[in-house]
């Protein structure tokens, strides 16, 4: 830090904020701490009675603070997304679409653990619509050594953020159960799940009822699959009980299972498989029906977004995959599947 004319400071950076007052119609900060002088803000400062001014003394190798968060944007900034100016060395991500929204944890971790900057962002793997903030970065200090921001860039070469859009738009229903195909029962199921799959822009193109059996299943699943939907859902028998055979009804028609359970509850039945053609197919447990939040909510963002779902992600739910059972639910401001 140190003091100059006036005159002298353009390129400088103010040390702090320096107040204009004009009677009965201005008093705020003027001029903010970081401020870079211009030539225009020369008559300004001296109008104000600021014929020496501290700042910063830049020297080779160090960085704005402004500039430093420009470095930091650089390396989260991706498709979809849009940015803000930067305010006060701060810059926000907010999404410009409906859309999975990702983090590459690990080398979100390795720039955080440099000193004098930060990036913090929402939880990674979780559904984000338009308009919705992402993530905001700055550096610490006014100024920064370039190299700090150099060795985050080496920590994260590839865009640390990605959004992924709504890309799959249609589904098939197979709602399982003799007690629904004869009528015994109203489906209360298949609108809970139709509503589920509208809020991610996926149309129904069919519901049907397939009773019981493998091999009804099978077969009505590869009916859906004619459809062309690009979603197949199976409702129903998810459980242990003798007569409960969607599982095996889904792996007859062709599917490669990822998983048939999962650590989160509710939502334990839950079964997930692709086809060789990539077309995802889902055995929804009951509690799909009238809980409020449940794997299902946890697993859709990701195939709505057309990302392959492994059995190691289903495993890492474990962790935050209990819901509290909330009243009321404030699902998805929660931390369930968090």
């Given at each position: 830090?140190k003091?100059?004319?006036?005159?002298?400071?353009?390129?400088?950076?103010?040390?702090?904020?320096?107040?204009q007052?004009i009677?009965?119609?201005?008093k705020?900060?003027?001029?903010?701490?970081g401020h870079?002088?211009?030539?225009?803000?020369?008559?300004?400062?001296?109008?104000?009675g600021?014929?020496?001014?501290?700042?910063?003394?830049?020297?080779?190798?160090?960085?704005?603070?402004?500039?430093?968060?420009?470095?930091?944007?650089?390396?989260?900034?991706n498709?979809?997304?849009?940015?803000?100016?930067?305010?006060?060395g701060?810059?926000?991500?907010?999404?410009?679409?409906?859309?999975?929204f990702r983090?590459?944890?690990?080398?979100?971790r390795?720039?955080?653990?440099i000193?004098?900057?930060?990036?913090?962002?929402?939880?990674?793997?979780t559904?984000?619509?338009?308009?919705?903030?992402?993530?905001?970065?700055?550096?610490?200090?006014?100024?920064?050594?370039?190299?700090?921001?150099d060795?985050a860039?080496?920590?994260?070469?590839?865009?640390?953020?990605?959004?992924?859009?709504?890309?799959?738009?249609?589904?098939?229903?197979?709602?399982?159960?003799?007690?629904?195909?004869?009528?015994?029962?109203?489906?209360?199921?298949?609108?809970?799940?139709?509503?589920?799959?509208?809020?991610?822009?996926?149309?129904?193109?069919?519901?049907?009822?397939?009773?019981?059996?493998v091999?009804?299943?099978?077969?009505?699943?590869?009916?859906?699959?004619?459809?062309?939907?690009?979603?197949?859902?199976?409702?129903?028998?998810?459980?242990?009980?003798?007569?409960?055979?969607?599982?095996g009804?889904?792996?007859?028609s062709?599917?490669?299972?990822?998983?048939?359970?999962?650590?989160?509850?509710?939502?334990?039945?839950?079964?997930?498989?692709?086809?060789?053609?990539?077309?995802?197919?889902?055995?929804?447990?009951?509690?799909?029906?009238y809980?409020?939040?449940?794997?299902?909510?946890?697993?859709?963002?990701?195939v709505?977004a057309?990302?392959?779902?492994?059995?190691?992600?289903?495993?890492?739910?474990?962790?935050?995959?209990?819901?509290?059972?909330?009243?009321?639910?404030?699902?998805?401001?929660?931390p369930?599947g968090?």
């Amino acid at each position: 830090m140190k003091l100059i004319r006036t005159e002298d400071a353009v390129g400088h950076v103010l040390c702090h904020d320096l107040t204009q007052i004009i009677k009965d119609q201005y008093k705020d900060a003027r001029f903010r701490k970081g401020h870079v002088v211009t030539e225009e803000d020369i008559p300004v400062l001296l109008s104000m009675g600021k014929e020496h001014l501290y700042v910063w003394e830049m020297t080779p190798g160090m960085l704005h603070e402004d500039e430093g968060a420009e470095r930091l944007l650089a390396l989260c900034a991706n498709a979809n997304m849009e940015r803000s100016g930067v305010k006060e060395g701060k810059i926000e991500l907010k999404a410009a679409c409906d859309g999975l929204f990702r983090v590459r944890s690990e080398a979100l971790r390795a720039v955080n653990a440099i000193d004098e900057l930060m990036i913090a962002t929402r939880k990674g793997g979780t559904a984000v619509k338009k308009g919705d903030k992402l993530a905001g970065m700055r550096v610490i200090p006014l100024i920064i050594a370039e190299e700090k921001l150099d060795a985050a860039k080496a920590a994260g070469d590839a865009p640390l953020l990605e959004l992924r859009p709504w890309v799959r738009k249609t589904a098939a229903i197979v709602a399982t159960g003799s007690e629904v195909k004869k009528g015994l029962i109203q489906d209360t199921f298949t609108p809970v799940v139709k509503d589920k799959l509208a809020s991610y822009g996926i149309e129904t193109l069919s519901v049907t009822y397939p009773g019981d059996g493998v091999e009804n299943v099978a077969n009505a699943v590869t009916e859906a699959r004619q459809t062309g939907a690009e979603v197949i859902l199976c409702t129903g028998g998810m459980s242990v009980d003798p007569d409960d055979n969607t599982p095996g009804g889904i792996k007859a028609s062709g599917a490669r299972i990822v998983t048939y359970g999962a650590p989160v509850l509710p939502g334990a039945m839950f079964l997930l498989g692709y086809y060789d053609d990539g077309t995802p197919v889902m055995g929804l447990p009951g509690c799909v029906m009238y809980a409020g939040a449940t794997i299902f909510d946890l697993v859709l963002p990701w195939v709505a977004a057309d990302v392959p779902v492994t059995r190691d992600w289903i495993v890492s739910l474990g962790e935050g995959g209990l819901c509290l059972g909330c009243k009321p639910c404030h699902w998805p401001a929660c931390p369930f599947g968090k």
